[in-house]
């Protein structure tokens, strides 16, 4: 079954959770941009560098301070109520979908949880630090083990999937990005050429807010529960 609700999430969502966003940290990291930092070329350049910038986020995901908040929740709601109608295709690379509840759903930019080896692409599950001189157990050599992140340059996750979704969904909504990073931000286009309903809720109008056909500019733990429940009440 094809779902008919596509809901992209971006850092917004997260934000009242307690992670920061890209942009409100001015896209600097340590003094670095974001953009060098989470590059490919900045890991050949300094390996330990990208591993401290991903270590930091990880370990972030394990304080009592952050949890998912009622947007992640109500996402949730949603796709239990409405079996097999709802995906969630999000940006973030925390846990706070899953741990709200949400099941199908697709990091197009990998997680944080995950490490990869890059000589045999496996894939490993991890809650520790990570460091460049890490033995695989694929290749039981240092120096292969890599955040199963995606970096600017490369191509996210599952997209084949994702526009299998949004070439057929009835109704798209976006939640807390920005509309900065491609190709995320141009699934709203291939959203309306399907002829969706497409919907932003952003605490301020997107980079990309007028290929919207509606907006709600508010906090995604207020907006998005709300407009849960106005989809759960109508048919
Ligand atoms: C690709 C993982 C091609 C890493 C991320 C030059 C060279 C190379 C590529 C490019 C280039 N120029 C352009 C590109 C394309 C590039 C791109 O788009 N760059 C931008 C900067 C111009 N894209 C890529 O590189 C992508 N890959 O193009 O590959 C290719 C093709 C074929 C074969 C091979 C390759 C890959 C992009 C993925 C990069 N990785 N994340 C990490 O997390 O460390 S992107 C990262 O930044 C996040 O995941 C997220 O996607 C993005 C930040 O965006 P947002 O989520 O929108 O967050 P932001 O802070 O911007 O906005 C938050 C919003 O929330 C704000 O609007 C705010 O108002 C709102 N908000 C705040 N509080 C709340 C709220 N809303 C609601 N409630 C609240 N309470």
Not at 161 to 174: K, V
Not at 203 to 223: K, M, Q, Y
Request: glycine share 8%; charged share 20%; net charge negative.
């Amino acid at each position: 079954m094809t779902p008919s609700i596509v809901i992209l999430t971006g850092a917004g969502i997260s934000v009242e959770s307690g992670i920061r966003t890209f942009r409100a940290a001015d896209g600097l990291w340590e003094d670095h941009r974001i953009e060098d930092v989470a590059t490919p070329e900045a890991f050949v350049r300094d390996p330990w560098l990208v591993h401290r910038f991903y270590n930091q986020r990880r370990q972030q995901l394990f304080s009592e301070a952050v949890k998912p908040n009622a947007a992640h929740y109500a996402l949730a709601k949603l796709e239990q109520a409405r079996p097999g109608e709802v995906l969630v295709i999000t940006q973030n690379i925390d846990n706070l979908h899953e741990r709200a509840g949400s099941r199908n759903l697709i990091h197009m930019h990998g997680e944080l949880l995950n490490l990869r080896c890059a000589a045999s692409e496996v894939v490993y599950r991890t809650e520790q630090d990570s460091m460049p001189e890490d033995l695989c157990d694929c290749c039981g050599s240092g120096g292969n083990l890599r955040p199963d992140i995606v970096w600017f340059g490369e191509m996210p996750m599952q997209m084949e999937a994702c526009y299998q979704a949004l070439d057929s969904c009835e109704l798209f909504l976006s939640i807390g990005t920005s509309g900065n990073v491609y190709p995320a931000a141009g699934f709203v286009e291939v959203a309306n050429a399907a002829g969706a309903r497409t919907v932003e809720i952003n605490l301020e109008p997107s980079r990309i807010h007028t290929a919207f056909d509606e907006h709600v500019h508010a906090g995604a733990g207020e907006a998005v529960p709300q407009f849960v429940e106005q989809i759960l009440r109508s048919v």
